[in-house]
């Protein structure tokens, strides 16, 4: 079964400096990987996808995020952190053998505050 | 264009009563999904239905079942409250001709509270 771990509850960064939130991978075959930032009491909102093809991925947001096959790690990261950036942030995969294509499977998210 | 939108916002029950939940898809979209996310977790896959069928299921009891209607919106209800129930749940969407490759949207969410 895919899973997804994200080994940080919270990242701190002070804006103006890079960020970067880990993400790793458990998964047969070549994963479908996806990023998704959470707003207080809002829904999911997409950021960045992995499905194949180059292993530096840009997303929304000036969001990006490497892919590292033989790390299975999905970092996302972002080269100078906003204040508006703090937020919750899912890292998902998708096997894409799966037949129910909507499935994801989510991590426990991480919590990344940029301060002034 | 109107995205994901779900009813209602917030709504407090009783354990033991049942519950239904609702979500209209984003525009063009005709799969749809239900995630359940307890707080300070990741959200959790339910079930999801497309042509009115449920096509997969997590793991989650018989008492959380669910409805697709012809025009895509769906409906989740949820049976013999338990406070573990307590949580936001996300409805999302994606057209079904981009497979596996596409992103779904979620709509803002449900949160129930079961006292």
């Known amino acids: 079964a895919q899973s997804v771990a994200q080994p940080e509850d919270q990242v701190n960064v002070a804006e103006g400096n890079p960020l970067t939130v880990k993400c790793t991978y458990s998964v047969s075959g070549n994963p479908y990987l996806f990023w998704y930032v959470q707003y207080p009491n809002r829904g999911l909102q997409f950021l960045l996808k992995?499905?194949?093809?180059?292993?530096l991925v840009k997303g929304s947001y000036g969001f990006e995020a490497e892919f590292n096959k033989s790390q299975t790690s999905f970092h996302l990261k972002k080269p100078s952190a906003l204040v508006s950036d703090s937020a919750l942030y899912f890292c998902a995969v998708r096997d894409p053998r799966n037949t129910g294509f909507q499935k994801l499977v989510f991590g426990t998210g991480t919590r990344l505050l940029v301060s002034p | 264009d109107a995205g994901v939108t779900q009813s209602p916002t917030h709504l407090i029950k009783t354990r033991g009563q049942q519950v239904t939940l609702r979500c209209s898809p984003k525009?063009?979209?005709?799969?749809v999904s239900w995630y359940q996310q307890a707080l300070g977790q990741g959200p959790q896959f339910i079930f999801q239905y497309y042509e009115e069928e449920e096509r997969q299921r997590g793991n989650f009891p018989d008492r959380f079942s669910g409805h697709q209607f012809p025009n895509y919106s769906s409906e989740l209800n949820v049976n013999a409250l338990l406070l573990g129930d307590s949580a936001l749940y996300l409805c999302a969407s994606s057209p079904q001709d981009r497979g596996r490759t596409g992103e779904l949207f979620f709509g803002e969410g449900s949160r129930l509270t079961v006292l």
């Open positions: 525009s063009g979209h005709d799969t």
């Open positions: 992995y499905i194949t093809g180059d292993n």
